[in-house]
DNA sequence: TCTGGGGTCCTAGGACCC
DNA sequence: TCTGGGGTCCTAGGACCC
């Protein structure tokens, strides 16, 4: 038996469980730059606000029905999260953290019959611990256990947010009721396809030709299909390191100028240097891009990138940055209103296993000096120590409007109590 | 004026090797 | 007239997830 623990609209939750006067209230939280809602509670869904939405076409609905705005705080996101899955964690050590917010445990070994008293006790203690809501979804298959979790979820007042799926019959009368569109595994193409064929269940999914659901949706749709037969066909996965890390942003305004997007590249690749590090790993090739405003069409668009492969791995903050801006000088032209950048890392190699090359070496020196950087960041906070081509006088130009306190990670930010 | 960020996997086709 | 067989690696593009 697989369970999915899945937090009920993450980060809503997170902002409410540290402002309790928000419960039952309309809570959205914006993306970066205050773009898109990217999480809403039940009463800001049932006002119809979609996912992805564009805040500023809301701003007068926000307004009208007293919408509290949440611009993203993933210090306090990410620390929520690891306090609910450490909780998880107690309860078996077959976990696979799938999400920030979401797990799939395996129950072996444990009493079949009391699934759904095992089940209940878990969402108790959690949010009696961390007060995060969660739903949890109890099958014989990973995929079956989404389903059920989506019952769970839909259905409160009946599941209790947990829902088990015991019976062929259950299993059966789950998949007649899933849309094909809400099928895990199943986006916009494909439902588009599958609905011309006239498939518009899962149950109508399972009932396809295996050879059919392989031409057109790979092996990966053939194992989906089969998983939600009952047969299992996923497994529970290890964690295993990153093979991109990426760090990309949009601009809160339009760049022109190459000594502007210089900074930004310098320090977007001095950021994947220091996450690289955690990874304890060495890049030896790097894709830059620049992007203009899509959404524009009265502006001449212009989208280049560039994958670099380097003379040599490195995790050194300072020669992915020195690449990375030798890069950015061959895609830049001028006259263009650049919106948007990013540099994305790959082909990974453990940093202790480097193979040097007879005219090209690394730099021994960084490799201490780069400890030490994280050392005093990690002491200090995040870019004390920064290089002198980025922007020494930024602090951080993004839109945040609306950003709640680090409740959980930052001394100063503790929530104070008065007693009466 | 204002529209996010970070990942994964699979396949086909081309280049190249012996 | 007739032009092999079996591989690997790499890349771009497409699909999906949260």
């Not at 799926?165 to 009721?177: D, G, N, P, V």
């Not at 949009?250 to 590090?277: D, G, P, Q, V």
Request: charged content about 25%.
């Amino acid at each position: 038996m697989f369970a999915l623990i899945d937090c009920n609209n993450f980060y809503a939750s997170c902002e409410r469980v540290f402002r309790p006067d928000l419960n039952g209230k309309p809570v959205v939280v914006l993306s970066n730059n205050d773009g898109c809602v990217i999480a809403r509670s039940n009463e800001a869904k049932a006002l119809g606000i979609p996912m992805g939405a564009p805040a500023f076409q809301y701003e007068a609905l926000f307004k009208k029905h007293h919408v509290e705005v949440f611009s993203a705080n993933f210090a306090l996101y990410g620390d929520m999260s690891n306090r609910v899955m450490s909780i998880l964690s107690e309860y078996t050590p077959e976990i696979e953290i799938y999400s920030i917010d979401e797990a799939f445990l395996k129950l072996n070994g444990l009493p079949c019959k009391n699934l759904q008293q095992y089940a209940a006790d878990m969402r108790k203690k959690v949010l009696k611990y961390t007060g995060i809501p969660i739903s949890i979804g109890i099958a014989p298959t990973k995929a079956l256990a989404k389903v059920a979790n989506r019952i769970a979820k839909k259905f409160p007042e009946r599941t209790e947010n947990v829902y088990w799926i015991q019976t062929e019959e259950a299993r059966i009368k789950a998949l007649k009721w899933l849309k094909i569109e809400d099928v895990w595994g199943i986006g916009r193409k494909h439902a588009q396809r599958l609905k011309q064929r006239h498939i518009n269940t899962a149950y109508d999914f399972t009932q396809m030709e295996d050879a059919w659901v392989k031409k057109h949706m790979t092996i990966v749709g053939l194992r989906l299909k089969h998983d939600l037969m009952g047969i299992p066909s996923l497994q529970l996965e290890d964690v295993q390191p990153k093979k991109n890390i990426a760090t990309t942003r949009s601009f809160e305004k339009n760049y022109t100028e190459l000594h502007e997007l210089k900074e930004r590249i310098s320090t977007f690749a001095f950021i994947c240097a220091e996450k690289l590090r955690k990874q304890q790993s060495c890049c030896r090739a790097f894709t830059i891009f620049l992007h203009t405003n899509p959404h524009r069409h009265d502006a001449p668009q212009y989208h280049p990138s560039a994958m670099i492969k380097l003379p040599f791995p490195t995790q050194s903050g300072m020669e992915l940055s020195r690449f990375a801006t030798q890069a950015l000088q061959r895609l830049f032209r001028p006259g263009y209103l650049y919106k948007k950048a990013g540099i994305i890392i790959h082909d990974f190699v453990p940093h202790n296993a480097i193979q040097g090359t007879l005219f090209d070496q690394p730099n021994k020196k960084h490799v201490p000096l780069m400890h030490t950087i994280d050392h005093i960041n990690h002491l200090f906070g995040q870019a004390t120590v920064k290089l002198a081509s980025q922007d020494l006088q930024r602090t951080w130009k993004m839109k945040q409007e609306k950003l709640s306190p680090r409740y959980t990670t930052r001394l100063s930010d503790i929530i104070t109590i008065h007693a009466l």
